[in-house]
């Protein structure tokens, strides 16, 4: 009996000698591809004001779900002060779009679902997701500015960029969300 006694305080503790690991976020980066002309040229961009909200999980999907993003919009940056001026006046200031909100609802091992909310409107948006062993997890994904009842700030920079945009300004949008993921343990 004395022998059983010493495996089970032998046991307990090297289970509180374990260490506790959780996974946590340590950076956040949000990139988007919006289109103009007839021949669907690209313009790149992200945005410098991203507060996030993550739990600490055990498992990096535990993490993702239930991360939320909130974008200041006046924080876009195309690389180009002239561009990012009149983003904000044409086209988020027209329907007085100051925050994007996005929301990882659901976490499998390919796809993200992840809530949008622009103009008062949330879609769910499913998402590419690839997690690296570097610990960057990648989603990528298009939403369609109708579906978030943009057509308004649409039309209205197409007016303000008419010529550089030959006439045509695109309602679908890539995005892209990178995460930088680390373990840390007590």
Known sequence: MKKVWILLVVA??????QEECR??????????KAFKTPMK???????GTIKLSAKPDKSVDGLLEGAKAVI????????????????????FKTQGVDTITAEIKKVDDKI??????????TRTVPMKLEREEDG??????????ADFDMLPSLQSINKACYDLHKGKTWQDVEIEFELQVVEKCK
């Open 12 to 17: 307990a503790g090297l289970l509180m000698a």
């Open 23 to 32: 996974y946590r976020v340590k950076d956040i980066g949000v990139e988007w």
């Open 41 to 47: 040229v690209g313009v790149s961009g992200t945005f």
């Open 72 to 91: 200041e919009t006046s924080s876009v940056d195309s690389k180009n002060k002239g561009r990012d001026a009149k983003l904000v006046k044409f086209f």
């Open 112 to 121: 993200a679902e992840v809530d949008i909310t622009m103009n008062g409107v």
């Open 136 to 145: 960057k997890v990648e989603a990528e994904g298009v939403i369609d500015l």
